[in-house]
């Protein structure tokens, strides 16, 4: 008889630790991981929370817990280690009282344990209240993480490589092709100025035509410094784009912009989007101006024609052919 493979279980990771230490950084670290995060819910109501789904859970637990106490904290851990169907591990964050101190100084931030007035507590004091509160939680963490000298980078290849998804994507790259007349893209994070290059614009058979048409490809790559530029802006993306996913960047957007954002660099942003691609990059490829303009269905501003760019300009002879007719 052939038993039943055992099902998956759920990862879930609780949170903790003394405010101010970084529990929110480590959420939000978690989150991009692609697990479901929720902060703060109510002891009462985490056993459930647990037990709805089965994407990986990252849940924030502390002393602004509504219903907190450190044994009731202590005893739900124990119960959901022993339950089959999850996989639980405790983070509990913390750092030096003067760090602490100092950073909710800086912050001009409420300690949840110093409310002030003339009975409350001053920051110190609360700071030494909420590691008495936790010192059981902090011994029965699986993972204890002291970020008093911790940069924020580092902290997220912490929680990267300890809790990372197998398959889950690594950095995304939007390629994007706009006009500078209507505007710099607000998201963009490096911008690429493609009007150096002689303008189809001013061919009156190119004028209508976009940069993925052979004629203007074939026109545009005549021009002796669009090779040059390519060549140079792929090789400093080359080094460059690891060193962003390593400081833990998300997302990524490269603008090229030219005039009417239809020729240069639209061709541009083709070419681009399939060498990134062809080097592994999840990549995105949009057309701002040509987007704005069409009607559904007449743009493919995807990584299917990102990829097939390379493949399509390699017949860039039959372009210069088309060219010869209409220079």
Request: charged share 25%; hydrophobic share 45%.
């Amino acid at each position: 008889m052939i038993e039943a493979a055992e099902a998956p279980r759920r990862q879930v990771v609780l949170v903790t630790g003394l405010s101010g230490a970084g529990k929110a950084s480590i959420l939000r670290v978690l989150e991009d991981l692609g697990y479901e995060t929720v902060d703060n819910p109510p002891l009462s109501v985490i056993e459930a929370v647990v037990g709805d789904g089965d994407q990986p859970l990252a849940a924030g637990v502390d002393s602004r817990t509504r219903d907190f106490d450190g044994p009731a904290a202590i005893r739900l851990l124990e119960r959901l280690r022993l339950r089959p169907d999850i996989q639980v591990t405790l983070v509990f964050a913390t750092a030096e009282a003067d760090v602490l101190l100092r950073r909710f100084t800086e912050t001009r931030r409420r300690h949840p344990l110093a409310p002030g007035g003339p009975l409350g507590y001053s920051v110190a004091e609360g700071i030494a209240r909420e590691a008495a509160l936790l010192a059981r939680l902090r011994a029965a963490a699986d993972m204890v993480v002291d970020t008093s000298d911790l940069p924020l980078p580092e902290l997220r290849r912490m929680i990267e490589r300890r809790f990372g998804i197998e398959g889950a994507p690594g950095m995304g790259v939007s390629v994007l092709s706009f006009a500078f007349p209507k505007g710099l893209p607000r998201e963009a994070d490096l911008v690429f100025d493609l009007r150096f290059l002689r303008n189809p614009h001013y061919v009156d058979a190119l004028r209508p035509l976009t940069g993925r048409d052979p004629a203007v490809a074939a026109y545009i790559e005549a021009d002796a410094d669009f090779a040059p530029f390519m060549r140079c802006m792929t090789d400093m993306l080359g080094p460059l784009l690891p060193r962003y996913a390593q400081e833990g960047k998300k997302y990524l957007t490269i603008a090229l912009g030219c005039t009417g954002g239809k020729h240069r660099s639209v061709l541009a942003a083709e070419r681009l989007a399939h060498h990134l691609h062809t080097n592994g990059w999840r990549v995105e490829l949009h057309h701002r101006e040509l987007t704005a303009g069409a009607t559904p269905g007449t743009q493919r501003d995807d990584v299917a024609a990102a990829s097939q760019a390379g493949s399509r300009f390699a017949g860039r002879d039959a372009g210069r052919e088309a060219l010869t007719q209409v220079s």
